[in-house]
């Protein structure tokens, strides 16, 4: 069983990994994610979680991947349709 977004953040959080975390705030239209669904993204590539899948979880992950500091990531909100 894959684990849970919070574990997984709290995983990479306690030894000192670069992490992402997003949620779904809002959907509009049609969408397998539903609000509140999470991912974490991991500096190895790893992800625990799902928004959905597809072009939206790799739109996702490109900012969070390409994040120099730990400041930036924090600081990203992005919206995707």
Known sequence: MKQHPICSLADAIQQKLPVAL?????????????VGAQITLCEDGSTAGTVGGGELEADIATPAATSSSPIEAPAYIGAFC
């Open 22 to 34: 997003t949620t779904v705030v809002e959907v509009n239209g049609a969408s397998p994610a539903k």
